[in-house]
């Protein structure tokens, strides 16, 4: 259901390269998974995602479970056929919508009630039924229930989530049938290493194809999170993929595959494509501002996406100014292909440890969120 | 500049197949531009738009006059470049926006003066300054400055924007400098027979290279449409194209053909696929109806187009419930190969006028647009 093969390590850091195989093609990791929450990555047809590079992406049950159904998904023969992806697919089991839609949930030792945030009926979930829905969704793999704390959680309510993560991660691995599905579980803890430690050995012992970090990229620092991760990868075993949930900027990325982390997945270059900014290796692009007006270079020299051959950074501007989709489509996109080229370099760097290369190639991934300048 | 070919007539209506020869290529009329108002067709990428069988496109003079300015556009060498369309453009010049724009406009003799509905700016329009801008977007063919009155516009009124858009059309044609644009004049005349002869008769001594049918589609019934053109047409000479502005629903297209029309545009088909109502030979689907839920079929069997090929009317509709841009997106582009699709077996029937296969292929052309109805 899932082999994960590491190629090639960086000798001075936690750094490898490798390639994951799964029912739904092969994922060289590195790897970056483009958002496509309710089964459509935004504004973006299936065909132009994988051009762009990408080999997996993500869709969420908590979202599918709302609405088509997870048993529409199912009529179709999985989320693969219904979404017109023939590449592998990871759905995230809801854990995290327990915490971004805190003020809509009631969590319960045996699950969550969520209000729906769409008509008020209920949705609810346990571990069971996690597992049920992500069954029905078919995706190559699936995550175990967490549940996620604030970024700000104190020591007793970061137990008390990793606890609670613990039983609901046995659970899930109980409920857990379908052999064509790799099952994943979630490291919760906050930024307390003891129990990222308890957490992470515990799940470990369950036995479980990979294992993601939760809880990060939640409001704390880019050192907290290198220092988390730093404490608690070497806890994982080094034959299974990492993932990182939820991140993030690039210089987030060098620093967890620096760290020794696999997997990524981010709305950030769909989101910001959508509000006009625009990803570029040495910084990111504000394409309302004025700057832009008459430029007729494209918004990254060098790049082959779809909008860097054929538009020049005045139209795209324009498309924005005169709130055209295309503007929203065309920067996503180069956004995507951005991600894909930066995960390429770091995987061709690897085997050397080149880091500096890629901050030559990418001084972008030396700027942090709020330094994120125009190119 | 313009070349007109007629291949073939219907010998039993005023029907014509032809090609219109232009500086970005061949056109086949009978046919239909789908609408890029601000140099986009939205939501869909030019390739896009020529793969549905699209040869020429329409932007809009008044509004990329606001936004970005002709002077923008003409920094980039004209609207091909700018927009990555490399086929024929034609550009409408701000005399329908007259009609559209009512409340913010005040017409004298000399122009037409707007106020911005984006700043409240003013933007003056005359017969110089209206071939101008166009001149400097570039498009193959452009149009004059005519005056457009409402669809309920008594004689009085009608008369008085015929004598107008007469003068103006004059002033535009003294005006027109670039020996590679195509300059077509624009009959009004409202319901008026006489008014729409004499109309007519005085553009034709001018000698325009196409005329175009203004002020309908502004309210009246099919029956008055269809009666307008079986009376002006055969005042229009035989030997230049005729283009009938912003029609429309199939049956406006078929009825407006048979009466020896060329040229089409409309929103229609992006403007109903944005809101989810998508064309099929039998009828027009409202995507967003429980009915289609779990129907595992494509918009329109036998269909070749991105949406049809590859995404089932459940998807599409999943996409609408959860506003996702890939269902406008795609539903969109459906409606573009599906109006193109008619416009060719329309060209492949002309020679034989064979309106009965028409009519049996395609029985939405017998629907007016009340009685659309879900295949």
Known sequence: MLRFQIIARDPASHAREGTLTLPHGVVRTPAFMPIG???AVKGILPDQVRESGAEIILANAYHLAQRPGAEVVAEFGGLHRFMGWDSPILTDSGG????SLAGLTRITEEGVTFRSHLDGRCLYLDPCSAIAIQERLGADI????????PGDADYAL???AVERTVRWAGQCRRAHQRADQALMAIVQGGVYHDLRASCAGRLVDMDFAGYA???LSVGETHEQMVEVLGHLVPALPAERPRYLMGVGMPRDILAAVRAGIDMFDCVLPTR??????AFTATGTLKLRNEQFRLQQGPLEEGCACPACRKFSRAYLRHLFVVREMLGPILVST???WFYQRFMARLRDLIPGGDWATILAEFPIAALGRGEARPA
């Open 96 to 99: 995290y919508q327990v915490f």
């Open 213 to 215: 970090v939760g809880g």
């Open 37 to 39: 929450t309710r089964a």
């Open 142 to 149: 699936i995550m175990a229930l967490d549940q996620c704390p």
């Open 158 to 160: 970061a137990s008390q």
């Open 272 to 277: 910001n494509g959508r509000n006009a900014c």
């Open 334 to 336: 180069h956004n995507l």
